[in-house]
């Protein structure tokens, strides 16, 4: 089936630092990417919608500033937290989607992003 | 405007119990319906789907039926197993405006043995 990957699996950073964390579709193409934010014991937040080759379209109350998605290719997108603060501790998840609207989305595993 | 309300938790059980989820959706059109279930540490894994009206989606012993009726696509199991602790996530998609997803707030269940 198909297979989404992210690294790194866990990070942890001093504040003020940036930290990118790659989504891979690795035996598919993915139309869309997403990242979503998950809290402890909470659902996803949708942060961005990603289209290769096109700016991302962020959620409301996500800083585009603070979140950069850069969806470079048909199988990689890159989320990098700019400035991290300890407020951006946090489970980051990535998926992607192949064709049209009513597809299932493949999930990555997770990122746990953890901001000292 | 979309949005999905599921059961909140957490639920425990014992082992061989019968389970049921309950979900109910607020969607523009005709959503497909989907349940994920995320396991301790992971990313979410599709457990089952549904595309239209009075469809059942099954997988593992897991069931739900897209009722439109009652908007509603509760999961059940007859009979659960330790191996089924996780966390379930109802969601749907709406098929005319993109792939947005939406997620309810998720359910923890713990099977006891």
């Known amino acids: 089936g198909a297979v989404v990957s992210q690294h790194p699996s866990w990070v942890i950073c001093k504040s003020g630092t940036s930290v990118k964390i790659e989504c891979r579709s690795l035996d598919f193409q993915a139309t869309t990417m997403f990242w979503y934010r998950q809290f402890p014991k909470q659902s996803l937040m949708l942060m961005a919608t990603?289209?290769?080759?096109?700016?991302?379209?962020?959620e409301q109350g996500v800083e585009k500033d603070k979140f950069l998605i850069n969806h470079a290719s048909l199988t990689l997108s890159t989320l990098t937290v700019t400035s991290a603060h300890p407020e951006d501790s946090s489970f980051y998840i990535c998926?992607?989607?192949?064709?049209?609207?009513?597809?299932?989305?493949?999930f990555g595993p997770g990122t746990r992003l953890t901001v000292l | 405007g979309n949005s999905v309300t599921q059961m909140e938790g957490p639920v425990t059980l014992s082992e061989e119990a019968f389970l049921t989820i309950n979900c109910t959706y607020t969607a523009t059109g005709y959503p497909s319906l989907f349940w994920y279930v995320q396991y301790p540490g992971e990313g979410l894994q599709l457990l089952l789907k549904a595309t239209k009206a009075d469809d059942k989606g099954s997988n593992k012993g897991f069931e739900a039926t897209y009722r439109k009726e009652t908007t509603s696509f509760h999961l059940e199991k007859g009979s659960v197993q330790v191996s089924d602790s996780a966390v379930y996530f109802c969601a749907l998609t709406p098929r005319r405006t993109g792939n947005q997803f939406y997620f309810g707030t998720g359910t923890s269940l713990t099977v006891i043995p």
């Open positions: 990603s289209n290769e080759g096109s700016k991302a379209t962020y």
């Open positions: 998926s992607a989607t192949q064709g049209d609207s009513y597809n299932e989305q493949f």
